[in-house]
């Protein structure tokens, strides 16, 4: 009888783990299914960046997750709150997780998401986003060939983490 009791006791306490922890994953807004890939060192070793050879585009996703119905997702986290819609730039390095995410695991995401503190947005990867992607990335390539970027701040601290201080003639360090 003993035994039977604490089995029953173990039991209970296992299925409200598991319920906490679905619970914990439905209000992260992160969609269900496998992660097969995270930015995180808490779950697996860091990860190499995924890279596009054919648009030069290298990057890491916070999360690519793998869905039951065989979609890849990524999701892209900002720790601020959420905007009443999300920014541009947000949402361009959305899609160009997709472009990567697509070429890497031969999938295209049918979406990917953004989340912010308080609330997530699934943005759909249609071919017009990826043409806006193609577009910027293309105007992106034409002004560094063209043009000198001028600093736009008066902010050393910007200067110490940017990654090319060491080289700027505008550098505030």
């Not at 986290?77 to 999300?86: D, E, I």
């Amino acid at each position: 009888m003993r035994l039977s009791y604490w089995a029953i006791l173990l039991l209970a306490f296992g299925l409200f783990l598991w319920l906490l922890s679905r619970r914990k994953r439905k209000s992260s807004g992160l969609p269900e299914g496998e992660f097969l890939y995270t930015d995180s060192s808490y779950w697996q070793r860091l990860p190499k960046p995924l890279y596009d050879p054919e648009l030069e585009l290298v990057g890491k996703p916070d999360y690519v997750i793998k869905q039951e119905k065989g979609s890849v997702v990524p999701v892209e986290l900002k720790s601020g709150n959420a905007p009443t819609y999300p920014w541009d730039s947000h949402i361009m390095q959305l899609a160009a997780y997709c472009r990567l995410v697509e070429g890497y695991y031969g999938r295209r995401p049918p979406y990917g998401i953004i989340q912010y503190q308080n609330k997530s947005f699934t943005i759909p990867y249609t071919d017009k986003l990826e043409s806006q992607l193609l577009s910027v990335i293309d105007e992106m390539r034409m002004v560094e060939r063209t043009q000198i970027a001028q600093r736009s701040h008066q902010q050393a601290s910007r200067c110490r983490g940017c990654g090319f201080s060491q080289i700027c003639d505008q550098s505030l360090v």
